[in-house]
């Protein structure tokens, strides 16, 4: 299943999938609205965040790779710094170039490890408990501004 995307994205994968003959084994849902989302993950073994490595991602944290580790599942992404950190830091995932190969590579590697892929997954998701929820980053930005008042004074 591929949820979101542009419609030209939409419409090139279409064609190549239809090229290698897996057309009907795919269901495109385009951009779906924000409050169905959870049940797209929920009903997903593996997330996917293929983000451009350009300089304009970089500094982005990508909503769809925290959303989906929230919700247990493991998650294949390239080397950007906020995936890197989160991957790394959590072991909630695969971390792999942005490469068509490297990421079938991890999805296949997951499919046929789902012991695996349930660790992951409770990995990343404790993750995000302990450090990305509101109430976590709140938490944090008080616990700075306190103590730059400290300092301050």
Do not use: C
């Amino acid at each position: 299943m591929m949820v979101g995307g542009e419609p030209a994205e939409i419409d090139t994968l279409k064609r190549e999938y239809e090229r290698l003959g897996i057309a009907e084994s795919v269901v495109f849902t385009g951009r779906v609205p924000r409050a169905e989302v959870p049940e797209y993950i929920a009903a997903a073994q593996v997330g996917l965040s293929p983000i451009p490595p350009i300089p304009l991602y970089w500094i982005s944290s990508p909503t769809k790779l925290v959303e989906t580790m929230g919700m247990a599942r493991p998650v294949v992404a390239n080397d950007i710094p906020e995936q890197r950190a989160l991957l790394v830091a959590s072991g909630g995932g695969r971390l792999v170039p942005y490469e068509e190969g490297a990421f079938a590579a991890a999805i296949l590697e997951l499919f046929n490890n789902p012991e695996a892929a349930q660790r992951m997954g409770r990995a990343g998701y404790n993750l995000v408990q302990r450090e990305r929820t509101y109430q976590a980053m709140a938490q944090r930005l008080e616990d700075l501004l306190r103590r730059l008042m400290q300092e301050r004074h």
